[in-house]
């Protein structure tokens, strides 16, 4: 448990990103590439072969979540798949019971292949879903529809999978409210574990890349609903899934209780992490301090780079003491279980006392509530997040 | 008259903005062999990266040049730059007094501009010799005929001497410096009377104390000799003496006629004011140069660091800059709203712009100006009056008995076709008309003279008098006293908290409007909060105006993941460091701009 948002979270975990799709999805800023033939065994050599370089420069470390994610992982071999998990439980310990996740797409689920993962160690599967309804999956460019998603939870049901977690996106071009909370039900009516509801964001500054739709809405082709009513799904979302026994513990993020992502948890809690893989990001405390390390995006060069043996690199940051608290600070308010203010400022040598007031400020008008030096947001306070982190950082 | 004497000239430019005055002097220097075409800096007079920019000449400059005429003499010639704006009307007012002749650039394309009639009237005040030249004959729809036309028409100025030329190509400059050979006198004045001596600027020089600029009217100055100034009958050695020449050049004496610079250990830059009078310490003359005015501050405005740990950054800049510029003053002050920071007094709104931009770009200060504000007079129940030039100051409205505000005597020169334009400017700015005049024979210029408040003068009175008679009218002034107002003060509050830095004094009847517009364009210059903020007028305790600024609804990234978290925190930065430009005034993040708001108001 992290003390500081008193939330269960990895202390350090593994992120594989796993790049290739069957198609690009318009609104989608994670490295990827359209492929028809997926080079399964090169991809899998080329991050053991990552792992090995990176682990050797980490020392020993324990495993407590493992997050496949992509791009599609779940059109990866099972078998590919279990190699890499071994081999990390070889570089490192993997702790009995670590979280390990895999990313399904709902548009390739087969009985056989979710038992091959579940045999191969995943035990949580994360589907994207995003909706159930034909017209937003359309204005997302999604090649799946409501029905595919539905067979595709129950054939994660029956394979064993006991940990589901599905992904939503709202606010999106033509969506209504009751499309949302039509969504919303339907979700919460197959009783997964885990829920994310994520409003749909294209601003260019907020994007690792520019997506096509960002473009397309620049342009005019495309329009979304008003940050109003963007802001009414959301509380509707939030009502459905608290209907259904799954409560808000993050910004977009819901779950049964004690069911939250571990390994997400670690972002928003300061935990390291291990980035493999294409365009994966990683922050893990080496030898000079903490240090942010971002993949090659292109998945070719990335299996040239550890073709040669080389770190597939792209930028490294180091993270200082400032750069921390402020991650530590922002990341922490993303949570409901809030951040103490008052210790982060102590553990990073800031001061409290114009946070705490600020802190006041925000309980007093409604965007916060303060217990001790403990400061959560409220739903009013969600929405502005962004404002109220870069008053406190 | 002294042979020293007859080969000087002394002479300045007057110009409408854009006709040229810069580039002319550029041509003189070369054509005299002052500067040579690569060392001029195009523009040599203006030498101030702000003066450049704005195109404005703040400083009075001279040059010196010589001059191989016709005749086969050579002349000295003194060409004295003055400064172009209203604001600093008595700095050009001594320029011009230390001349015996002036330039008169009129741009063929354009004829005679109005701004530029103020300035030659105060020329012809000062019995100079005016040579109109007619400058941009190389541009083809130059009408040169037209121009001298106008000019005898418009000015009054006979034309036959009038030189046209081209600055730009340099065409008929030669001519030019003959004719201002010809036309202008030799100073007078006898080097053997006492010492009396015209300062027409000064400016302080790191190394060498103060630096004046003066103009020897009778007599010689040398060096070692002891001096005296007339205002404050201070005495000091002369320690150096200098023409520009076009770069500063020692002379051991300068004698009656002559202009240079003149250095005597004067610490103080209000000790050397410009207009006054130096004299011989031993052998003083019997008066002064007659014209000196006191320049006094008439506008004053707060000014604060952004960042309250500059204030002590701030008070040195405004120290150095009080060196420099003896018409600025300061004076500590504190808001409740804005914390520590100066009181700070200028000529007129430019000076204040100046001022501000050079804090700014020289000290790299990031400051909030609060809005200008004229001194009052205020007449408490059974006491004496007191002055107050900040708003925030002014007592109580039941212990007021009245208040008095300051009124200029304004001369507006305007054509006839925009009289009507100036007349309901004049009106709508509670001006009291005094006289309508009409000038010359050909009944198109007018002379309009109107009693107004100061402060209905200082803030943009000037760019909507330019404005509505599409640059035509001119303005000068000079003070008229005070005058009882129906003067009530308008306080802003913010999410129902009045900010003292805000509140402006403001006629009665004007203050329903005048509180509906600062409270719209606060709302224009006020960002989305995290909360509601409503912006109020009031007078007193009475709310007149509001107006609400809408809460932020959304502004949050919804996908927040290992690969996220160092782009939304550069993001955060970002923001962060454009917060920096903000003042929080309660729970309210408020732009440097909306303390100025109350500035763009009027309407």
């Known amino acids: 448990m992290d003390p500081l948002t008193r939330l269960e979270a990895a202390r350090f975990g593994v992120y594989v990103h796993f790049p290739y799709c069957l198609s690009k999805c318009p609104y989608c800023d994670f490295a990827s590439t359209v492929a028809r033939v997926v080079p399964h065994e090169p991809y899998a050599d080329a991050v053991v072969q990552e792992l090995t370089l990176r682990a050797e420069h980490l020392g020993p470390r324990t495993v407590d979540s493992v997050f496949f994610g992509g791009g599609t992982p779940s059109l990866w071999e099972p078998t590919c798949v279990a190699r890499v998990l071994e081999a990390i439980a070889q570089r490192f310990t993997l702790r009995h019971g670590a979280e390990i996740t895999l990313e399904a797409n709902p548009g390739a689920a087969d009985a056989e292949r979710f038992a091959a993962y579940r045999a191969a160690g995943i035990n949580r599967l994360s589907m994207g879903v995003q909706s159930f309804r034909t017209q937003t999956l359309a204005a997302l460019g999604r090649g799946h529809d409501g029905a595919m998603a539905l067979r595709a939870y129950e054939t994660a049901r029956r394979a064993g999978f006991d940990s589901v977690s599905l992904d939503f996106i709202y606010g999106v071009q033509h969506q209504q409210l009751a499309d949302v909370v039509a969504d919303a039900e339907a979700a919460a009516a197959l009783g997964p574990e885990h829920l994310s509801a994520y409003a749909l964001t294209l601003d260019a500054q907020s994007l690792a890349e520019e997506v096509p739709l960002a473009k397309q809405l620049a342009r005019g082709e495309v329009t979304l609903p008003p940050d109003e009513l963007v802001v009414a799904m959301q509380r509707a979302v939030r009502d459905a899934f608290a209907r259904a026994g799954l409560g808000r513990y993050e910004v977009s993020n819901y779950a049964k209780p004690g069911r939250h992502s571990r390994h997400n948890a670690l972002y928003w809690t300061g935990g390291e992490y291990l980035g493999l893989g294409a365009g994966a990001t990683g922050a893990v405390i080496g030898p000079t301090g903490w240090v942010r390390t971002t993949n090659l995006r292109s998945a070719e060069k990335y299996l040239r780079a550890l073709a040669d043996a080389t770190l597939p690199t792209a930028a490294d940051e180091a993270l200082d003491d400032g750069a921390r608290f402020r991650e530590r600070l922002a990341m922490g308010l993303r949570l409901t279980s809030g951040v103490d203010v008052g210790e982060v400022c102590r553990a990073f040598g800031q001061d409290p006392a114009p946070r705490l007031a600020f802190a006041r400020m925000l309980a007093a008008q409604g965007l916060g509530t303060l217990e001790g030096e403990r400061l959560s947001l409220t739903d009013a306070g969600f929405d502005v997040h962004s404002a109220i982190a870069v008053k406190l950082l | ?603």
């Open chain 2, 1 to 603: 008259m002294p042979s020293e004497n007859a080969h000087l000239r002394n002479f300045c430019i007057i110009a409408h903005i854009d006709h040229g005055k810069s580039t002319l002097a550029d041509r003189l220097l070369e054509k005299t062999g002052t500067v040579t075409k690569r060392e001029a800096q195009a523009q040599f007079l203006d030498n101030m990266e702000l003066e450049r920019e704005r195109g404005i000449t703040i400083k009075a400059q001279s040059v010196r040049m010589k001059y191989q005429a016709k005749d086969g003499q050579q002349y000295v010639l003194n060409l004295i730059d003055t400064p172009g704006h209203v604001d600093f009307a008595y700095e050009v007012s001594r320029s011009l007094a230390a001349c015996e002749g002036a330039l008169l650039v009129v741009d063929a394309t354009q004829g005679v501009e109005a701004q530029t009639l103020a300035n030659v009237y105060m020329a012809l005040e000062h019995d100079l010799e005016i040579i109109p030249v007619i400058n941009k004959i190389d541009l083809p729809s130059a009408d040169v005929d037209r121009t001298k036309e106008e000019i005898e028409d418009v000015i009054g100025l006979d034309a036959s001497v009038a030189v046209p030329v081209s600055a730009k190509e340099g065409v008929n400059i030669d001519v030019l410096l003959e004719q201002i050979v010809k036309t202008v006198p030799p100073p007078k004045g006898s080097q053997d009377a006492p010492l009396k001596v015209l300062v027409f600027d000064s400016w302080y020089d790191n190394y060498r104390g103060v630096v004046m600029l003066v103009r020897v009217l009778e007599g010689q100055v040398a060096l070692k000799q002891q001096i005296r100034l007339w205002s404050n009958q201070k005495q000091f050695e002369v320690q150096e003496l200098g023409v520009i020449a076009p770069f500063a050049t020692p002379v051991p004496k300068l004698i009656a006629g002559e202009v240079g610079l003149l250095v005597a250990n004067v610490k103080e830059l209000a000790d050397a004011k410009v207009g006054d009078t130096i004299t011989d310490a031993v052998r003083p003359c019997e008066t002064p140069f007659p014209g000196f005015k006191e320049v006094k501050p008439m506008v004053f405005s707060g000014v604060f660091p952004v960042d309250s740990s500059d204030y002590d950054n701030l008070r040195d800049a405004l120290t150095k800059l009080r060196l420099n510029d003896s018409a600025f003053t300061w004076e500590p002050e504190s808001s409740t709203a804005l914390g520590f920071g100066f009181r700070c007094g200028y000529l007129g709104l430019l000076h204040m712009e100046i001022v501000q931009e050079r804090l700014e770009r020289e000290y790299g200060l990031n400051l909030i100006t609060t809005a200008p504000s004229v001194v009052y007079k205020v007449f408490p129940h059974g006491g004496e009056p007191t002055l107050i030039d900040n708003p925030a100051k002014l007592p109580p409205v039941q212990n007021i008995e009245h208040l008095e505000e300051p009124y200029l005597t304004c001369h507006i020169h305007v054509p006839n076709d925009h009289l009507g334009a100036i007349l309901k400017l004049c009106q709508e700015r509670r001006g009291i008309q005094k006289a309508i005049d009409y000038i010359g024979t050909s009944g198109t210029r007018v002379r309009v003279t109107y009693e107004m408040p100061l402060a209905e003068v200082v803030f943009d009175f000037f760019d909507k008098m330019k404005s509505v008679s599409r640059g035509y009218a001119s303005l000068d002034y000079e003070i008229a006293g005070y005058r009882t107002s129906e003067l009530v003060k308008l306080d802003i509050l913010i999410n129902a908290e009045p900010v003292d830095a805000l509140s402006i004094i403001v006629h009665r009847e004007r203050a329903y409007h005048r509180g509906r517009e600062v409270c719209e364009k606060l709302k224009e210059v006020i960002p989305k909060q995290m909360f509601e903020v409503a912006i109020q007028a009031a007078i007193g305790s009475r709310v007149i105006a509001r107006e609400t600024v809408s809460a932020m609804r959304k502004n949050v990234l919804a996908k927040c993941y290992g690969g996220d978290i160092s782009r939304k925190r550069k993001l955060l930065e970002k923001q962060k460091e454009g917060k920096r430009r903000m003042k929080q005034v309660g729970t309210v993040d408020i732009p440097q701009e909306a303390f100025l708001a109350v500035l763009k108001t009027e309407g």
